[in-house]
Nanobody, 126 residues
C-alpha cells in the first residue's frame, strides 16, 4: 500500500520560511518523479514544483520561482519543499504526490500522478 505523508506546515508571517517534507512508503521511491501541489479555498489544485526521479531536473510555477526549492533524498524516501519569502497568497493546503509508473521525468500535470498525501496547511499572515 502506497502512502505519502506531508509535514512541516504551519502559520508564518509574510517574509518567513517553512520547509515541507514528504515521506513515501510502499513504493520504490527512486523510480518515480515527485511533485508538490497546492490548493487554496475555492481554487483548483495547482502544481507548485516537480522533480525528476534523480533530482537532476526540476520545475517551478512562475509564482514561486526564486523563492521555493524542491529537493529529494532517495536514500531516505523523502522529498522537501523549502519555502522562503512567503507571501499571503501562498496560503493553501500543500500536497505531495508521486507519479505513475514509468514516469521518471519531471511531470507538471495532475493526471500524471497516482498517489497523493492528505495535505498540510500553510498559512501566511500579512
Amino acid at each position: 500500500q502506497v502512502q505519502l505523508v506531508e509535514s512541516g506546515g504551519g502559520l508564518v508571517q509574510a517574509g518567513g520560511s517553512l520547509r515541507l517534507s514528504c515521506t513515501v512508503s510502499g513504493r520504490t521511491f527512486s523510480r518515480h518523479a515527485m511533485g508538490w501541489f497546492r490548493q487554496a479555498p475555492g481554487k483548483e489544485r495547482d502544481i507548485v514544483a516537480a522533480i525528476s526521479w534523480s533530482g537532476s531536473s526540476t520545475y517551478y510555477a512562475d509564482s514561486v520561482k526564486g523563492r521555493f526549492t524542491i529537493s529529494r533524498d532517495n536514500a531516505k524516501n523523502l522529498m522537501y519543499l523549502q519555502m522562503n519569502s512567503l507571501k499571503p497568497e501562498d496560503t493553501a493546503v500543500y500536497y505531495c504526490a508521486t507519479t505513475r509508473p514509468f514516469k521518471p521525468a519531471v511531470t507538471t500535470t495532475r493526471d500524471g500522478y497516482d498517489y497523493w498525501g492528505q495535505g498540510t496547511q500553510v498559512t501566511v499572515s500579512s
